[in-house]
């Protein structure tokens, strides 16, 4: 579902507007274009079309499974159309001509339906959709209580339920595959690292917070095939940690990487990481009434860098290193330029001695939480 997710909430796939709901595993409204627009007809023809062919075309050729699409100016006319094109159609119900499709259509495709609903209604004579928009409110309230009403406004195609847009997503995931099985681990702590980064830009990006760390270990191919030829073996390798508190900063999020990696890899070729965030939140740790030092600025100008240069611009663990010059400024080596910017200690260092400065290396506390992962239950 992570990966689906990441598929909807893509602003090249449905748009930078988009609102994402999952009602259930299986089950998602997506609203595209500007809510209360003045015609949201052209919204539902051009772009809403657009988008599900879109979405199709990625979930096939990405993950390699097909899907329906209803596509309606309300909930409850877009999903009783997907619910109509199952396993992989597409219906699409034109601006206006809602309650006409719906009609003749049978009653037990209405959602949220109580258990035995439909059958009540079905000795009522009430068959069909068209049958159940023209009742009464007094009479629907007899038939299927309280919600008599709103079942009825559905059954004609009206549904004014907007589109959650304050859900956060299930989880957000990246994957990665190795290009030699046989790795060190000090490579294989890169990766995670790299990760780790890549997560950590997306959750700020969106505003949200992850409290749970799941780490994938993925055997080479290879592996998998003389494993399943002779005897049965876990395809994947999986370790998840939980934090005390939620969070979105790199430090924290590597740290975690760091320690499920320590547990699961031992000493065994690896074809792959999956790193996933779960267990997301629109709130972070709570800060400090008076803390101690200023927030690090350097954050967002790492972010730029490495979403322009692939998220290779690693930062190491224990110090800042840079260059004092008699402007002020820090200057790192190579393309990592910036005010305070965390660069690699090596070249930094290589890079300040060639130019006839002394550099200066600043330790950081970074007091990060100790973590104590296990297979079998969840710390913090």
Not at 226 to 240: I, K, N, W, Y
Not at 245 to 259: C, H, N, P
Not at 301 to 323: E, F, I, P
């Amino acid at each position: 579902s992570a990966a689906v997710d990441e598929i909807l909430r893509d602003a090249h796939t449905t748009g930078a507007g988009a609102a994402v709901e999952w009602t259930a595993i299986d089950s998602v409204f997506i609203e595209v274009g500007t809510p209360g627009c003045v015609s949201p007809g052209v919204a539902a023809s051009g772009d809403g079309l657009r988008v599900a062919e879109r979405i199709r075309e990625r979930l096939q050729r990405e993950l390699g499974f097909e899907v329906a699409c209803g596509i309606a100016t309300t909930r409850a006319a877009a999903q009783i159309a997907s619910r109509m094109s199952r396993p992989r159609g597409l219906l699409y119900a034109m601006p206006g001509y809602e309650a006409r499709l719906l009609a003749p259509l049978d009653v037990g495709l209405l959602p949220d339906l109580p258990v035995g609903a439909r059958q009540r209604l079905v000795m009522e004579q009430v068959m069909t959709l068209g049958d159940l928009a023209g009742l009464s409110p007094e009479r629907a309230k007899a038939l299927l209580g309280s919600r008599g009403p709103s079942f009825v406004r559905c059954a004609r195609g009206e549904d004014d339920r907007p589109i959650d847009r304050s859900q956060p997503p299930r989880s957000i995931a990246r994957e990665v595959t190795l290009t030699h099985p046989g790795a060190p681990e000090a490579e294989l702590a890169e990766v995670v690292r790299h990760l780790a980064d890549v997560l950590a830009m997306r959750l700020r990006s969106m505003g949200w917070f992850a409290r749970t760390v799941t780490l994938r270990l993925r055997p080479p191919v290879d592996a998998v095939a003389e494993g399943a030829a002779t005897r049965p073996q876990p395809h994947r390798l999986v370790r998840s940690i939980t934090l005390r508190e939620a969070t979105a900063l790199g430090d924290d999020l590597r740290a975690a990487a760091a320690s499920l990696l320590k547990v699961l890899w031992r000493r065994q070729p690896v074809g792959g990481f999956g790193l996933v965030l779960s267990n997301l939140q629109a709130t972070g740790p709570q800060m400090p009434l008076f803390p101690l030092a200023r927030p690090d600025a350097a954050s967002a100008t790492a972010d730029t860098l490495r979403a322009r240069s692939g998220l290779r611009v690693l930062v190491d663990q224990r110090y800042h290193v840079g260059v004092r010059r008699g402007s002020g400024r820090a200057i790192g080596s190579g393309r990592a330029i910036g005010a305070g910017l965390a660069t690699g200690a090596g070249r930094a260092i290589g890079a300040a001695r060639a130019n006839g400065v002394e550099p200066v290396e600043r330790p950081i506390d970074r007091g990060l939480p100790q973590f104590r992962p296990s297979a079998g239950r969840r710390t913090g």
